[in-house]
């Protein structure tokens, strides 16, 4: 992709995010070195193991057909040995699939990520673009109206808008668990719709920017991703399922705090008023922004506190619990 185009730097900079998912190696012009590189050390690109039995091949050991280090070679050998008048202006992108076995969609990724950068258009919006930009003026009508495309409903509308997740929402903290595992099995890497992806990433952007969320910039194994479930006001909702039973002691200590019984505001309203005869009680609800439901235990925090990833592959920790996990242990001591 040319350096001087302001959308190869936000394609660049939206692949260096994806770090649950991709591993990105970028060459800057004709520099020999790789300008961006991972930090893991040793990676494959290809590797096979045999075994005569089934059984026997779970425990075979890998043979490595072919390491990143061996194309950083061979391409360092080629940027120091031949000219290439378009290698001196581009950047040029090397994209690993981090997940081993998985069919990797490479096309469908570049394809999203640029069309997401530049505003989701509709097929036929970019077709005018390209004729306009193209095709002489003096036939650019012919073909504007001889062309005809077809593509599914997803990618003829544009995608959500923008999501605030503040505001007077009725939020979904208790869905039918029926109807988590059935989101859980539809919503895969290889299956997410354009649309989801989307929402999901306004959502998290508006958390990001109210600081309830912050991106990481290394890698970090996600500990769940969220599904997008019907909210109790009928809008869509995000759902994080982490899963439970999971304990990680700090300093061979398993952190917890006790739930208070299901009566505390009935038994605070009683003795409140007690105390004070003329006192006017309101019921009423607590409407928050969006957090991890259901709220996993403090003994399952550990040091960096909870993450998640999103299906593109952006890493994310939770703020306000880390800061609640923080002040926990400083009181605990």
């Given at each position: 992709m040319a350096i001087g185009d302001p959308l190869t730097q936000a394609f660049l900079d939206e692949l260096r995010k994806r770090t649950s998912t991709l591993y990105l190696v970028v060459y800057e012009g004709t520099h020999a070195d790789a300008t961006v590189h991972?930090?893991?050390?040793?990676?494959?690109?290809?590797?096979?193991?045999?075994?005569?039995?089934?059984d026997e091949l779970e425990k075979a050991d890998y043979s490595t057909t072919l390491t990143l280090e061996e194309i950083k070679n061979h391409l360092r050998m080629r940027k120091t040995t031949m000219y290439d008048p378009i290698v001196v202006d581009s950047w040029q992108f090397i994209i690993i699939d981090r997940e081993v076995g998985l069919p990797f969609r490479l096309i469908d990724i570049v394809q999203d990520t640029l069309m997401m950068l530049i505003g989701d258009p509709s097929?036929?919006?970019?077709?005018?673009?390209?004729?306009?930009?193209?095709?002489?003026?003096?036939?650019?009508?012919i073909f504007l109206e001889e062309i005809h495309i077809d593509c599914t409903p997803e990618l003829r509308y544009p995608p959500p808008?923008?999501?605030q997740h503040e505001g007077n929402r009725w939020r979904c903290f208790?869905?039918?668990?029926?109807?988590?595992?059935?989101?859980?099995k539809r919503m895969t890497q290889q299956q997410m719709t354009r649309d989801d992806n989307r929402f999901i990433r306004r959502v998290i952007e508006d958390m990001?920017?109210?600081?309830?969320?912050?991106?990481?910039?290394?890698?970090?194994?996600?500990?769940?991703?969220?599904?997008?479930?019907?909210a109790s006001d009928g809008a869509p909702d995000l759902y994080f399922p982490y899963e439970s039973g999971v304990t990680v002691s700090e300093s061979g200590r398993s952190l917890s705090l006790p739930l208070p019984p299901p009566s505390c505001l009935r038994d605070f309203a009683e003795k409140y008023k007690q105390k004070h005869p003329n006192a006017i009680m309101a019921k009423g609800s607590i409407q928050t922004h969006y957090c991890a439901w259901p709220m996993p235990a403090?003994?399952?925090?550990?040091?960096?506190?909870?993450?998640?990833?999103?299906?593109?592959?952006?890493?994310?920790?939770?703020?306000?619990?880390?800061?609640?996990?923080?002040?926990?242990?400083?009181?605990?001591i």
């Open positions: 991972p930090t893991e050390p040793d990676l494959f690109i290809s590797r096979h193991r045999s075994a005569m039995t089934l097929p036929r919006q970019m077709a005018k673009r390209v004729i306009r930009e193209i095709i002489p003026p003096s036939v650019q009508e808008a923008e999501v208790d869905p039918d668990p029926k109807i988590l595992v059935t989101k859980q990001e920017r109210y600081g309830i969320v912050t991106l990481t910039t290394e890698y970090e194994e996600p500990q769940t991703r969220p599904i997008i479930v019907q403090i003994k399952s925090l550990g040091k960096s506190g909870l993450n998640f990833a999103t299906w593109e592959g952006h890493v994310y920790r939770w703020n306000a619990m880390r800061m609640s996990f923080s002040l926990l242990c400083t009181h605990n």
